[in-house]
Protein backbone atom coordinates (compact mmCIF):
# COMPACT_ATOMS: atom_id res chain seq x y z
CA UNK A 1 0.00 0.00 0.00
CA UNK A 2 1.07 3.52 -0.43
CA UNK A 3 1.01 6.05 1.89
CA UNK A 4 -1.94 9.34 0.48
CA UNK A 5 0.12 12.73 0.53
CA UNK A 6 -1.60 16.35 0.98
CA UNK A 7 -1.34 17.14 -2.51
CA UNK A 8 -2.06 20.50 -3.75
CA UNK A 9 -3.30 20.82 -7.15
CA UNK A 10 -1.83 23.77 -9.47
CA UNK A 11 -4.17 24.60 -12.47
CA UNK A 12 -2.72 25.45 -15.76
CA UNK A 13 -2.93 28.71 -18.52
CA UNK A 14 -3.98 27.35 -21.44
CA UNK A 15 -4.99 29.85 -24.01
CA UNK A 16 -3.16 33.12 -24.97
CA UNK A 17 -5.50 35.26 -23.42
CA UNK A 18 -4.92 33.63 -20.04
CA UNK A 19 -0.85 34.60 -20.31
CA UNK A 20 -1.81 37.97 -21.83
CA UNK A 21 -3.60 38.87 -18.83
CA UNK A 22 -0.74 37.82 -16.52
CA UNK A 23 1.43 39.80 -18.18
CA UNK A 24 -0.04 43.03 -16.63
CA UNK A 25 0.65 41.71 -13.00
CA UNK A 26 4.16 41.66 -11.10
CA UNK A 27 7.52 40.52 -12.55
CA UNK A 28 10.00 38.69 -10.26
CA UNK A 29 13.22 38.63 -11.82
CA UNK A 30 16.05 36.23 -11.81
CA UNK A 31 18.96 34.13 -13.81
CA UNK A 32 17.02 31.02 -14.71
CA UNK A 33 13.79 32.57 -15.49
CA UNK A 34 11.39 35.70 -15.22
CA UNK A 35 8.40 34.92 -12.98
CA UNK A 36 5.17 36.77 -14.03
CA UNK A 37 2.57 36.95 -10.91
CA UNK A 38 -1.11 38.22 -10.93
CA UNK A 39 -3.20 38.19 -8.63
CA UNK A 40 -6.63 37.41 -9.82
CA UNK A 41 -8.85 38.06 -6.60
CA UNK A 42 -10.54 35.28 -6.66
CA UNK A 43 -9.13 33.43 -3.02
CA UNK A 44 -11.51 30.42 -3.19
CA UNK A 45 -9.73 29.40 -6.36
CA UNK A 46 -6.72 27.09 -7.22
CA UNK A 47 -3.83 28.73 -8.33
CA UNK A 48 -2.55 28.43 -11.97
CA UNK A 49 0.91 28.41 -14.10
CA UNK A 50 1.74 28.32 -17.29
CA UNK A 51 5.19 27.96 -18.83
CA UNK A 52 7.08 29.91 -21.47
CA UNK A 53 10.09 29.45 -23.94
CA UNK A 54 10.99 31.29 -26.85
CA UNK A 55 12.24 30.13 -29.90
CA UNK A 56 15.75 32.38 -29.02
CA UNK A 57 16.77 29.78 -26.14
CA UNK A 58 17.13 26.87 -28.91
CA UNK A 59 15.62 24.16 -30.90
CA UNK A 60 12.11 22.58 -30.09
CA UNK A 61 13.90 19.43 -28.11
CA UNK A 62 15.77 22.12 -26.20
CA UNK A 63 12.79 24.14 -25.52
CA UNK A 64 10.39 21.09 -24.56
CA UNK A 65 13.45 20.04 -22.57
CA UNK A 66 12.96 23.55 -20.48
CA UNK A 67 9.35 23.39 -20.16
CA UNK A 68 10.32 19.95 -18.66
CA UNK A 69 12.15 20.70 -16.34
CA UNK A 70 10.27 23.36 -15.29
CA UNK A 71 7.02 21.38 -14.81
CA UNK A 72 8.45 19.15 -12.66
CA UNK A 73 10.17 21.63 -10.07
CA UNK A 74 6.69 23.11 -9.82
CA UNK A 75 5.09 19.90 -9.40
CA UNK A 76 7.49 18.37 -6.58
CA UNK A 77 8.12 21.06 -4.74
CA UNK A 78 7.01 24.94 -5.78
CA UNK A 79 3.10 23.96 -6.29
CA UNK A 80 2.74 23.95 -2.36
CA UNK A 81 4.31 27.58 -2.44
CA UNK A 82 1.77 28.83 -4.99
CA UNK A 83 -1.02 31.09 -3.49
CA UNK A 84 -4.51 30.39 -3.85
CA UNK A 85 -6.49 32.87 -6.68
CA UNK A 86 -2.98 33.81 -8.03
CA UNK A 87 -1.78 33.08 -11.94
CA UNK A 88 2.23 32.32 -12.34
CA UNK A 89 3.85 32.32 -15.96
CA UNK A 90 7.71 31.41 -15.93
CA UNK A 91 9.50 32.45 -18.72
CA UNK A 92 12.58 30.32 -19.23
CA UNK A 93 16.16 31.61 -19.62
CA UNK A 94 19.02 29.65 -21.31
CA UNK A 95 20.71 29.06 -17.91
CA UNK A 96 17.82 26.94 -17.10
CA UNK A 97 19.23 23.78 -19.49
CA UNK A 98 22.61 23.60 -17.30
CA UNK A 99 21.53 24.63 -13.95
CA UNK A 100 21.10 21.87 -11.39
CA UNK A 101 17.59 20.68 -10.07
CA UNK A 102 17.82 21.24 -6.93
CA UNK A 103 18.80 25.17 -7.69
CA UNK A 104 16.40 25.68 -9.72
CA UNK A 105 13.47 24.12 -7.38
CA UNK A 106 15.08 26.25 -4.59
CA UNK A 107 15.21 29.64 -6.95
CA UNK A 108 11.40 28.67 -8.12
CA UNK A 109 10.24 28.21 -4.63
CA UNK A 110 11.80 31.37 -3.15
CA UNK A 111 11.11 33.90 -6.15
CA UNK A 112 7.54 33.14 -5.62
CA UNK A 113 7.61 33.61 -2.19
CA UNK A 114 9.40 36.32 -2.05
CA UNK A 115 7.64 39.59 -3.55
CA UNK A 116 10.11 42.26 -3.67
CA UNK A 117 13.76 42.15 -4.75
CA UNK A 118 16.16 42.91 -1.98
CA UNK A 119 17.33 46.59 -1.79
CA UNK A 120 21.43 47.31 -2.70
CA UNK A 121 23.62 47.44 0.64
CA UNK A 122 23.20 51.24 2.30
CA UNK A 123 26.43 52.28 0.34
CA UNK A 124 23.82 53.66 -2.63
CA UNK A 125 21.10 54.86 0.19
CA UNK A 126 24.51 56.89 1.73
CA UNK A 127 24.93 58.50 -1.54
CA UNK A 128 21.12 60.42 -1.83
CA UNK A 129 22.33 62.18 1.75
Do not use: W
Not at 20 to 31: D, T
Not at 37 to 63: C, I, M, S, W, Y
Amino acid sequence: MTLKQTKTTVGRLKNRPQFLAVRNGEKRKGPLFLLEVLDRGEPDTQARVGFTVTKKHGNAVERNRMRRRMREAVRTSAGFAMEAGHDYVIVARRDLMTAPFEQLKKRLCDRIRNTQKQKRSSATDSRKE
